[in-house]
């Protein structure tokens, strides 16, 4: 069986300090988004913040806190998420992660990762598109929390790091649409509105011009 963790633990230092979680596009926090696309029971979701959790009463999540203290980073509410579900007796063996912040992550995520691990065999697998991959979104075996958390007292942050000795399968998301665009800023998160606002799911790549980024882009397709 799969679980998911959502990663919501960080400081939301360029959102200015508020939770992005709960910063709303038309009337829908991002949590809500994301929980609506997931299609997943509550009961197979844990959400990961260091925030209180009197905040998320109304969602009827499991809400945790980081392990190990001191804002470790992603890899550290993953270890969360491991432990959490590994204490559980639901018989989950596999855990998708994915930050909060990132409302137009593709439908069949949790599919085609559950599939391309079993598939190839690993332990871990990774989502990519458009010749990048995505490290956050990916999906982990259980067995693996022990040697991360040791990692982590090892002072590795770095998702990519922790991973390499595992070989993760990359999981090819093909889309001429940035899937993965996630809400850092205010900036980005009225881009998001408008975005949604304007019927527009993705952030295509088909159209980048030259020294053009993604950012550019939805600006300019907002214009256009």
Not at 206 to 222: G, I, N, Q
């Amino acid at each position: 069986m799969i679980g998911c963790v959502l990663l919501a633990g960080g400081k939301s230092s360029r959102m200015n300090g508020i939770d992005k979680a709960l910063v709303s596009i038309n009337n829908k926090t991002l949590l809500q988004l994301i929980l609506d696309k997931l299609k997943i029971d509550n009961n197979k979701i844990v959400l990961n913040t260091n925030r209180d959790a009197n905040n998320f009463k109304d969602y009827n999540l499991n809400i945790i806190n980081d392990t190990i203290p001191n804002f470790q980073g992603p890899l550290a509410g993953i270890l969360s998420g491991l432990e959490w579900f590994d204490k559980q007796d639901n018989n989950i063996e596999w855990v998708v992660s994915l930050p909060i912040d990132t409302p137009f992550f593709p439908e069949k995520l949790v599919d085609k990762l559950f599939e391309s691990v079993n598939k190839n065999n690993r332990l871990v697998g990774v989502a990519n598109s458009n010749g990048r991959n995505h490290p956050v979104f990916a999906i982990w075996h259980i067995s693996l929390k022990n040697d991360l958390k040791n990692s982590l007292k090892n002072n590795i942050r770095k998702i990519d790091l922790f991973t390499q000795k595992y070989t993760p399968v990359e999981v090819h998301f093909a889309s001429s649409f940035d899937q993965f665009f996630n809400v850092n800023t205010p900036d980005d998160l009225k881009l998001a509105e408008d975005m949604f606002n304007k019927g527009i799911k993705s952030v295509s790549y088909t159209h980048l011009r030259a020294h053009e980024t993604s950012l550019h882009l939805v600006c300019r397709l907002l214009l256009e």
